[in-house]
């Protein structure tokens, strides 16, 4: 059992846990992830480590509610326990060359934040792009702000904060000017994807984490494949980042959506429940 030391709420539906791991904290790395079960009946869920500390034993995990396992995470209050936690699984995140982009959309942010730690402490010259719909939306800003980064960009879809638009604005500007050697891209699917497109018309590699449909997190089920360079891939053992020109973004934008449906039966069906028990 994996006792909650500390919940945050960012927003209506996205959460942080601080959960207590001595042993995974010891072992964590940038870019890896942790597969969580609620309880004995509940489903395998991954999510990225977005922060660790080894001297006092915690992992932190950041996550969004879409569907009923989040749902029944996000009821979860600190000093309650979590059934299973299972980790650091999948490779660290490398990233080559001295002048490195990390965008990070929505709740991908949770994931850019420790690559853009990591980075910044093996010396490189960082420029982070941040991107959301709204400023709601946005988190770590203030732990971004806090490190020796190059250059800082903020962009929401509304312009509520920073600069109107999407990341690939900020993200083209800098390769025009010739001030990126490389670059790390999480978040939707579409932003990944464009980010991909936008390095590719400048030569600039970048390397995509992708977080496709995963159910054990040890390359057993096959699950998580994921197609890269016309080649079938497990994104938990092979990944989670891959050469994001070489992705099939289409097949996987399909994949994320091929339990849409019973996800929403299985969210009625709890919601439901619930209702029944407070009558």
Known sequence: MYKILKKTQFSEKVFEFRVHAPRMAKHAHAGQFLMVRINET??????????????????EFIFMVVGKTTECL???????????ITGPLGCPTEIDGDRVVILGGGVGLAIAYPVARTMCEAG????????????????????????????????????????????????ERLCQAGEVDSAFAVGPVPMMKFSAL????????????LNPIMVDG?????????????????????????????????????RQATYRTEEAASMKHYEEECACQQK
């Open 218 to 254: 040890t390359g057993m089920c096959g699950c998580c494949r994921v197609e890269v360079g016309g080649k079938t891939k497990f994104a938990c053992v092979d990944g989670p980042d891959f050469d994001a020109t070489q992705v099939d973004w289409d097949d996987l934008a399909k």
């Open 42 to 59: 509940g489903e395998r869920v991954p999510f990225t480590f977005a922060n660790w500390n080894s001297e006092e034993g915690w992992i």
């Open 124 to 171: 490189k010259k960082v420029s982070v792009i941040m991107g959301a719909r709204t400023k709601d939306l946005l988190i770590l800003t203030e732990q971004f702000e806090a490190l020796p980064l190059e250059n800082l960009f903020i962009t929401t879809d509304d312009g509520s904060m920073g600069e109107k638009g999407v990341v690939t604005a900020p993200l």
């Open 74 to 84: 996000s009821k979860l209050n600190e000093g309650d326990e979590i059934q299973d």
């Open 198 to 209: 936008t390095c590719q018309k400048y030569n600039v590699p970048i390397v995509a984490s």
